[in-house]
């Protein structure tokens, strides 16, 4: 039997659609949540260690995450009562980190039959050919793909640098600006490249509060309260 092949979406991709049961009712994704930022996110299988202590991270950051208008998703291929029995077990049983009595509120999606799944390209058949990965998908406001990170099975999430992304990602929208390496709000961010021979002089010679390295790597300042006023519910 030939195997079925399916594509990856990518950055700038609509994300696709689909309808699915969650420990917290249908939804119909990513139409639920158009308005809003969405983190949709795989783990291998519900009742493992790894995977453990990234639900109870991500539900510990869930009040920073609804505060920069981001929903969290969930995924694996297992079922429902299986999702509904380890998020108990999560909270009535699991002490980690200082983390205790952890409940997620964030839908956590039955995909038996990885269709969802295969539609993200979550299934990495040289990895498993019967978890998903640990894939994390970014998606705007107008349901559009805006990052995506995977990791293997083994390794758990950074989850300052998923939150880091999310800060990021509005940041730059807001101001119209791209961020450097290791950029954390209220670093400098760098202005868009100078698109013409008079502008990169102009540049160069300025005596505005902007760091030219050349004339296509300029920096500003960009208060961090501004951003955070910008992009957080208060």
């Known amino acids: 039997m030939e195997e079925k092949i399916y594509s990856m979406p990518r950055i700038g991709d609509k994300a696709p659609e689909f309808k699915a ?121 107008k349901g559009v793909i805006r990052t995506i990170l995977y990791y293997p099975l083994s390794l758990g999430r950074n989850f300052e640098e998923i939150y880091r992304v999310v800060l990021g990602l509005q940041t730059a929208d807001a101001f119209s600006v791209a961020l450097p390496a290791d950029w954390q709000p209220g670093d400098d961010v760098i202005v868009p490249t100078a698109g013409s021979c008079g502008v990169a002089k102009e540049r160069m010679e300025s005596k505005e509060e902007m760091k030219c390295y050349d004339w296509f790597f300029c920096t500003k300042k960009l208060d961090k309260q501004k951003i955070l006023d910008t992009i957080l519910k208060k």
Request: aromatic share 12%; net charge negative.
């Open 21 to 141: 049961v969650t420990t917290q009712g249908e939804i119909n994704f990513p139409s639920d949540y158009s308005g809003s930022w969405v983190i949709l996110f795989s783990h291998p299988a519900d009742f493992t260690p790894v995977c453990t202590s990234e639900f109870m991270t991500f539900a510990s950051m869930a009040a920073k995450f609804e505060k920069a208008n981001t929903k969290l998703v969930g995924l694996s291929v297992d079922g429902l009562y299986s999702h509904i029995a380890w998020l108990r077990t999560i909270k009535e049983k699991i002490e980690y980190k200082g983390m205790k009595d952890v409940e997620v509120k964030f839908p956590l999606i039955e995909d038996i039959t990885m269709s969802v799944a295969q539609k993200y390209g979550m299934m990495m058949p040289g990895e498993s050919s019967t978890k998903a990965v640990r894939a994390v998908f970014f998606i705007d406001p």
